[in-house]
């Protein structure tokens, strides 16, 4: 093991809760408990800040794939910070198909990559046609960020996005997110997709469930919404 992976390590045990462990493990059913330290998501960032500017962080970056549960979000909010759009998403593709779980896939907020929408946008749409679970779940994610719901909207992330055929829960459910918080940043765009029942019956009744729950659907809307619903 290397030294900057031996402290690291010895860092996140040094802030492991037990019972926060516990209760996040049962988040998160598709990793073992025993992947999980137990470190608040806070102090996580707070080492991701400490140790990314080492010489030595390529040491880590690279060792994949990790054992715990936090080295990966350690990881994520690492590459989240590079600078250099070449390099962090270099980074991001090497980690993507590492990630095994929703709070790790969520995590993340690249702006060197944001910070160029138009041509990070071709790599997001490579990604939504991966056959891996949480690279197409990363992919909905990056779409439902303020830059693309709101500065860059487009139809066309609409249609590729109600296109996906997985079957796979996590990624059925972050298309019933991405819906409902498009209902509410883009809603005049959004409502043809629900009216015409442009997505899978669960999705489409968890999306307006969703949007039904936000404060940022105007009561006249939540009640059509409501109405908008397949009956099983």
């Not at 806070?42 to 030595?56: C, L, S, T, Y």
């Not at 860059?152 to 609409?158: A, D, G, I, R």
């Not at 819906?179 to 959004?190: G, H, P, V």
Request: include cysteine.
């Amino acid at each position: 093991m290397s030294d900057i992976k031996k402290e690291i390590r010895e860092k996140l045990f040094s802030l492991a809760d037990e019972k926060y462990r516990d209760f996040h493990s049962s988040l998160m059913p598709t990793i073992p408990k025993e992947s999980i330290i137990g470190v608040r998501v806070p102090d996580v960032k707070n080492i991701a800040k400490e140790f990314r500017g080492r010489e030595d962080i390529g040491e880590f970056l690279c060792d994949l794939p990790h054992k715990y549960y936090e080295e990966n979000n350690l990881h994520i909010f690492i590459i989240s910070a590079i600078k250099d759009y070449e390099t962090c998403l270099a980074e991001l593709e090497r980690f993507l198909p590492y990630i095994d779980n929703w709070a790790t896939c969520d995590g993340s907020n690249p702006k060197a990559l944001l910070k160029q929408p138009h041509r990070f946008y071709e790599k997001v749409r490579l990604w939504l046609k991966s056959d891996k679970t949480y690279t197409v779940r990363y992919a909905v994610d990056i779409l439902m960020n303020r830059v693309y719901l709101e500065d860059n909207f487009s139809v066309e992330h609409l249609e590729l996005i109600s296109s996906l055929t997985s079957d796979d829960y996590y990624v059925k459910m972050v298309v019933a997110w991405y819906f409902a918080t498009a209902l509410a940043k883009q809603y005049e765009s959004t409502l043809p997709f629900i009216e015409k029942q442009k997505l899978p019956v669960w999705t489409h009744n968890k999306a307006i469930q969703k949007a039904t729950e936000s404060r940022r659907i105007t009561d006249e809307q939540k009640e059509y919404l409501r109405k908008l619903k397949i009956k099983k």
